[in-house]
């Protein structure tokens, strides 16, 4: 079982810069693939970014260029920097662990974390 809980989400108005943290409750996260989901009112919870036990990373077309996900294993804790803010980027932002066992897939979320593009 893994523990996660966001923070970092607010208010920010286009163009703008947050920095969203995901803190792990097990050292052992770190041989989970770990992601970063959002998802807007009114529709489905999508993949925004990606980075693998090894610290491979994958980006949704949406944000590249703009957010960056990383990793620091010291401190038990994934980070989504997003920069260039869009009002199209507001959404509940949540932190998903994920490995596979035997191909069965683990999942495991935290309670998401409000982010608010606008003027």
């Known amino acids: 079982q893994v523990q996660l809980v966001e923070s970092g989400g607010g208010l920010v108005q286009p163009g703008g810069s947050l920095r969203l943290s995901c803190a792990a409750s097990?050292?052992?996260?770190?041989?989970?693939?770990m992601n970063w989901y959002r998802q807007a009112p009114g529709k489905q919870r999508d993949l925004v970014a990606s980075?693998?036990?090894?610290?491979?990373?994958n980006y949704a077309d949406s944000v590249k260029g703009r957010f960056t996900i990383s990793r620091d294993a010291t401190k038990n804790t994934v980070s989504l920097q997003m920069n260039s803010l869009k009002p199209e980027d507001t959404a509940i932002y949540y932190c998903?662990?994920?490995?596979?066992?035997?191909?069965?897939?683990?999942?495991?979320w935290g309670q998401g974390t409000q982010v608010t593009v606008s003027s």
């Open positions: 998903n662990a994920r490995r596979f066992v035997h191909e069965v897939p683990y999942n495991y």
């Open positions: 097990r050292s052992s996260f770190t041989i989970y693939t």
């Open positions: 980075i693998t036990s090894g610290g491979s990373t």
